[in-house]
Structure formats: C-alpha cells, structure tokens
C-alpha cells in the first residue's frame, strides 16, 4: 500500500519569513495530494491540492509542487502570519480508486512567531 | 460550500455504554465518508470507510462489532461506539467525498470521553 512521509515533525519561523514542509510517496499510481490544515480541536481543512498532471499550484501565499519522478510534493507558505500556525498534513490517493481513500503524513506542527 | 457537521462535538459517558456520532455533508451528496480516530499530537488514523446503502469497509485491526457503521442516506453517517472503554476515548472525525470526487472535507471532530 501507500507510505507518505512528512518532514520535518515541527518547524518554528519568524513571522513574515517562509515555511516548507515536504512529503514523500511510494506508490507511482497516486495522483491526487492534498494538503490540509488543522487548529486545535478542530478537523483538517482543505487549503490547497494538486493533482499530477500539474506540477505546481498557487492559491495566494500557499503553493505546492510536485515531482513525480522522485515522488514528492512540498507545502510552501510565504509570508509567514501567527495564524498560520497549526499542524498541517499532505496525504495521496489514487483517483477514482478506493473511492478517494487517502493515506496521510505524520503532520508538521507549524508555530508562527510573532 | 462543502460543509461537514458532526454531532455530538464532545460527549462524556460511562463506561460500558454506547455512543452515537452522526456526521452529515450539509450541502453536497457523499456516497463515501470515512471515520478516522485522532489521538493527540497524531495524525489521522483510517477506520473504516462508509459507503451509502452497503456495508462498511473496516481497516484492518478495527472491530466491526465495536464500531458500528450506517450510512443510510447520502448526507448521513452515523459511528457508533458500543460498550464504550475509557481506552476508546479519542478524537473522532468524519469526512464526505462529493460524487466523483477526491478531495475529502473534514467534520468538526467529536471529542469521546469514557470515564
């Protein structure tokens, strides 16, 4: 089956500097890898996702990319805000298969200081 | 768009009885949902998988007869824990995957707490 792994477990940044976390998959048939994140006591929240026709997507101050030959996407978030500070979780899956079961990463726990 | 409720968002309860969660997709149809449990500072770990009007696809390890699954219409999920333990107490979240789609929205999370 599907193995992400998500790097690094925590990451401390100024505000207004950048954040990238990165993640790495194994099976070459997922094509869909989205990003969420999550606050305290609260459910993951979709911010941004790519699907691997596309190599990069950007949505304000967060973009993705992704590689398929080395499986991996990174998470990048630029100017860096406090709120922004949350864990966040990439994940993958395989389109139209298992019925969009997704595997996900361990989470990077993001502080953002002020 | 693509809103996900669940309800209760936290429910205490004794040991040995049983808890109902509901997770509802308020504006989409979702033939699929998944549950996950969360423990803290975890990720997400995979139930099962509820399919709508069939039965539900446990990961392996999970006990069927413990968490029992229904998925009964296209916007409704319900998990419901049975003979509750205090080592079942966790985080529970629900998400809904509209028709022909992959991405997954997340419910708010259901805090389960077993004295």
């Known amino acids: 089956g599907e193995n992400v792994e998500q790097h690094p477990s925590t990451l401390s940044v100024q505000e207004g500097d950048s954040a990238v976390i990165k993640c790495t998959y194994s099976?070459?048939?997922?094509?869909?890898f989205p990003w969420y994140k999550q606050e305290l006591g609260k459910g993951p929240q979709l911010i941004i996702d790519?699907?691997?026709?596309?190599g990069e997507k950007k949505d304000q101050r967060i973009a993705v990319t992704l590689n398929k030959t080395a499986k991996h996407f990174s998470l990048h978030i630029t100017e860096t805000q406090p709120e922004d500070s949350a864990v966040y979780f990439c994940?993958?899956?395989?389109?139209?298969?298992?019925?969009?079961?997704?595997?996900f990463g361990d989470g990077t726990t993001l502080t953002v200081k002020p | 768009g693509a809103v996900v409720s669940q309800h209760p968002s936290w429910v205490i309860c004794k040991s040995g009885t049983s808890v109902k969660i509901e997770c509802r997709s308020l504006?989409?149809?979702?033939?699929?949902m998944f549950w996950y449990r969360q423990f803290p500072k975890q990720s997400l770990m995979l139930m099962a998988t509820?399919?709508?009007?069939?039965?539900?696809?446990?990961e392996q390890g999970v006990e069927k007869d413990k968490f029992l699954i229904n998925h009964a219409s296209l916007t409704l999920s319900t998990l419901t824990v049975t003979s509750a333990h205090p080592e079942d107490s966790s985080f529970y979240i629900c998400?809904?995957?509209?028709?022909?789609?992959?991405?997954?929205?997340f419910g708010p999370g259901t805090r389960l707490t077993v004295l």
């Open positions: 998400s809904a995957t509209p028709s022909g789609y992959n991405e997954q929205f």
């Open positions: 994940a993958a899956s395989t389109h139209n298969t298992n019925a969009g079961k997704s595997t």
């Open positions: 509820s399919n709508e009007g069939s039965k539900a696809t446990y």
């Open positions: 099976d070459s048939a997922s094509n869909y």
């Open positions: 790519i699907r691997s026709n596309v």
């Open positions: 504006d989409f149809q979702a033939t699929t």
